[in-house]
């Protein structure tokens, strides 16, 4: 198994890891506004789930779509 080119399955594993942080990063670069609100939409979710289950961050995810519609 030494000879053969195909990396082990650690190898393979960082390298996609690397290769994903790459381009995560080409596209924070391009794109930092849609990124923060990705993740406050994600802490905002977080938080609601934490606080109130399931109904409530569907109902509140549901109004915040209408309202970013809306501006």
């Known amino acids: ?9 650690f190898a ?4 996609d890891f690397h ?3 790459r ?3 080409a596209f924070r ?3 930092v506004r849609a990124e923060r609100r990705f993740i406050e939409g994600a802490a ?10 399931k109904e409530s961050l569907r ?11 809306d501006q």
């Open 1 to 9: 198994m030494r000879g053969s080119q195909e990396p082990t399955f």
């Open 59 to 69: 109902r509140i995810v549901s109004t915040n779509i209408r309202q970013e519609a």
């Open 19 to 21: 290769r994903e942080r």
């Open 44 to 53: 905002f979710k977080m938080a609601i789930t934490i606080r109130g289950g």
């Open 23 to 25: 381009r995560g990063e």
């Open 12 to 15: 393979r594993k960082e390298r």
């Open 29 to 31: 670069k391009k794109n």
